[in-house]
């Protein structure tokens, strides 16, 4: 096994940590527009996906991804589900084949994720969903030069956390928050907040293992 999957892994592992740790703090933001499911979808996914790709022993990082994004389908046929499941899938249909994972395959990985988010959710920038931290995360990468890993997740963790306090000024389009009208101005989107955790969770990991 490249040492790169078993990094992916070991990723994977960290974020279904996370995500089970932020369990009842998204059912709780979920709640004031939502199904108040969030918070469980979230980390069932991740556990799950994490659990079954430690079986993984292709060197594809590509097929990494595409598979995990399949297990969160599988997981959890949900909204969220489904979009998270869709981002991983296509940023692992971009990825194909490669083995090793850089800065360069950051920048790829992240392109799939926003165009997965939105060729499922049809979303929009300024429609107040988790579009709205995944496209300006991506677009804060094109033709910038990174110096490793470490530089890139800083910035686009501060990209991603801009973003998300950035929905708050804006109207709900999408789901049961549309419903709220005006009323849903003044909160940050639970889907953005996914977004951020995501990528916060992932520059915690790669500060950490390297």
Request: glycine share 8%.
């Amino acid at each position: 096994m490249s040492k790169d999957i078993e990094k992916l892994k070991k990723m994977m592992q960290h974020l279904a940590v996370t995500f089970e740790g932020k369990r009842d703090y998204l059912i709780e933001l979920d709640s004031v527009m939502g199904d108040g499911d969030l918070g469980i979808t979230m980390s069932k996914i991740f556990i799950q996906a994490s659990k079954d790709m430690q079986d993984y022993s292709d060197s594809s990082v590509g097929a990494f991804f595409f598979k995990s994004g399949m297990i969160m389908s599988k997981t959890a046929p949900s909204t969220m589900g489904t979009l998270m499941a869709s981002a991983f899938m296509e940023a692992g249909k971009l990825l194909k084949e490669h083995e090793v994972i850089d800065v360069e395959l950051w920048k790829i990985f992240f392109n799939g994720v926003q165009g997965g988010i939105v060729k499922r959710g049809k979303a929009s920038v300024g429609d107040k969903t988790i579009f709205d931290v995944f496209y300006p995360v991506y677009e804060s990468t094109i033709d910038v030069d990174f110096e490793n890993e470490s530089a890139f997740f800083t910035k686009i963790k501060e990209v991603a956390e801009t973003s998300l306090h950035n929905t708050k000024d804006m109207k709900a389009q999408f789901g049961k928050a549309a419903c709220f009208g005006d009323k849903s101005i003044g909160h940050e989107d639970a889907g953005a907040t996914v977004a951020y955790l995501l990528i916060d969770s992932m520059h915690t990991f790669l500060r950490e293992y390297s």
